[in-house]
């Protein structure tokens, strides 16, 4: 089990761009698929964003495809969402989790999760 830790959240207005960033550390990390999700107040969580350990097979929720970019430096342990043209609907706390198995080279579904990190909280304005 992993354990993953997020950051970059913050303020931006509408248009705008953030990048995430979630941080894995534990044993061979690189071969567990990551994903980002986000909640906001009153909603259930939604998948956004998977990728595959090696970092070449991606998947994406309807919402954010053309919008939202997810890639991983394994040398780093580190898994990227770059989100732009972002909309008020955007705003939720962005946590990523990783794969429940070794997922090297498909993107899991994102029922396939587990271990969530903490989060970091996105608030786009309008």
């Known amino acids: 089990q992993l354990q993953l830790v997020e950051s970059g959240g913050g303020l931006v207005q509408a248009g705008g761009s953030l990048t995430l960033s979630c941080v894995a550390s534990?044993?061979?990390?690189?071969?567990?698929?990551i994903g980002w999700f986000r909640q906001s107040p009153g909603k259930e969580r939604e998948g956004v964003a998977s990728?595959?350990?090696?970092?070449?097979?991606?998947d994406y929720v309807d919402s954010v495809k053309g919008r939202f970019t997810i890639s991983r430096d394994n040398s780093k342990n580190t898994v990227y969402l770059q989100m732009n043209n972002l909309k008020p609907e955007d705003t939720a706390t962005y946590s990523c989790?990783?794969?429940?198995?070794?997922?090297?080279?498909?993107?899991?579904?994102?029922?396939?999760?587990?271990?969530w990190g903490r989060g970091t909280l996105v608030t786009v304005s309008s």
């Open positions: 989790a990783h794969s429940r198995t070794w997922f090297p080279t498909a993107a899991p579904p994102f029922t396939y999760f587990t271990s």
């Open positions: 990728i595959s350990g090696k970092g070449d097979v991606t």
């Open positions: 534990g044993y061979a990390t690189e071969y567990y698929g």
